[in-house]
């Protein structure tokens, strides 16, 4: 007989060797206490997040995780449910596994406020679960050749990049006082601040000016946050030429406009990418700060629209600047109407930067953020 459980600490060993041995079956050898240590670190006496397990006869089976977090967006908190883990003996598939852990934890999301859930992985197979992909990215190649041909004039002697450690507490609290000034963040604990610059084994680096820290740099310039943006040229510039590096991928949010126009003026290569898949639980909310949000940096256009999402209606009007998202408690038969994951492709597909239905002017594609440090 199968149970489905959330495990406790009790499990903590026997979770961890599991997760190790079907990831590393499938793909590289794996460690998660090195790899993920915001969850699976020797200190914890409890791991990070809900773990969900499928046991047979005292052994594991199946597992996946949902790891709550908060993300400021704006002025409004978001509750994120971050799905991963996603493994299955592979001596016990197609037995309906992670169908039922997946209905778990989207009912325990659910009671817990949860506003959207987010994973990455093959589109249609967490499609089925009511997941799409979401956000825009904007992502570029910049080359050694690139440094070297458009910053002929950059100075950056005086940069330099220092390991930031466990003993560092003063970089860490700037690192994290930083990284809060952006408009959107991940709500990062003080206590767990370092674990989650480590994520995946990154590497977390101080960047410091004549002596002083004007910025960090994680993994390999995967996230880039600076007191001054002015210095992006020179931080590239000494971290290509100190770390031996022959390209790095930068991505930019779209509200980071100087950042976008900077690095579009020297890159190889420009792409624009959907982010993490998303499954959305509460769109009242979601819609209302999103929208509210976008209008920051991509000022809307006015208009109004009603729509039904499954067996939800909704009123959304943009007057002036200012968004309301409303439940209506009727619906003719004229409201445009879509399943759930029409409602996310309709509000988060990239399509929707060249052909947004009319109805929603200039709204589309809503912006979604989740930085690499805060993914599973």
């Not at 209606?313 to 309301?324: K, L, P, T, Y």
């Amino acid at each position: 007989m199968t149970e489905f459980i959330r495990t406790d600490k009790s499990q903590k060993a026997d979770v961890l060797d599991f997760i190790n041995y079907v990831f590393s079956n499938a793909h590289c050898p794996h460690d998660f206490k090195t790899l993920i240590p915001k969850v699976y670190a020797d200190e914890k006496e409890e791991f990070r997040g809900t773990h969900y397990a499928a046991v047979e006869e005292g052994k594991i089976k199946a597992v996946i995780t949902d790891l709550i977090m908060e993300e400021q967006v704006g002025s409004e908190i978001f509750k994120y449910g971050m799905i991963g883990n996603v493994s299955v003996h592979p001596y016990a598939r197609g037995e309906g596994y992670m169908k039922a852990l997946m209905k778990m934890a989207k009912e325990d999301a659910q009671n817990e406020g949860v506003d959207v859930m987010v994973l990455g992985g093959q589109r249609q197979r967490y499609g089925y679960f009511g997941f799409e992909s979401a956000g825009v990215n904007y992502r570029f190649l910049i080359t050694k050749t690139n440094i070297r041909h458009c910053m002929k004039q950059v100075e950056c002697q005086d940069i330099v990049f220092e390991n930031v450690e466990d003993a560092d507490a003063q970089e860490i609290a700037a690192a994290k006082a930083l990284y809060e000034k952006r408009p959107a963040h991940a709500i990062r604990p003080k206590e767990d601040f370092l674990a989650i610059m480590h994520n995946w084994a990154s590497s977390f680096y101080a960047i410091k000016k004549e002596g002083r820290m004007i910025g960090y740099i994680y993994a390999n310039a995967d996230e880039v946050v600076l007191e001054d943006e002015s210095d992006l040229p020179a931080v590239l510039k000494a971290w290509f030429a100190q770390k031996g590096v022959n390209e790095v991928n930068m991505t930019a949010w779209p509200f980071e406009k100087e950042r976008i126009s900077y690095l579009a003026s020297i890159c190889e290569h420009m792409s624009v990418v959907p982010g993490e898949m998303i499954c959305v639980l509460n769109w009242e909310k979601v819609l209302q700060t999103l929208l509210q949000f976008k209008d920051r940096y991509c000022p809307l256009q006015d208009g109004e629209v009603s729509l039904c999402i499954e067996e939800e209606a909704f009123h959304i009007i943009v007057n002036n600047g200012n968004v309301s998202v409303k439940k209506l408690d009727e619906r003719n038969q004229e409201i445009l109407k879509f399943t759930h994951n029409e409602a996310e492709m309709l509000f988060f597909g990239l399509q929707n930067l060249l052909i947004a239905p009319a109805e929603f002017k200039n709204w589309l594609p809503l912006p979604f953020f989740i930085d690499k440090p805060d993914a599973f």
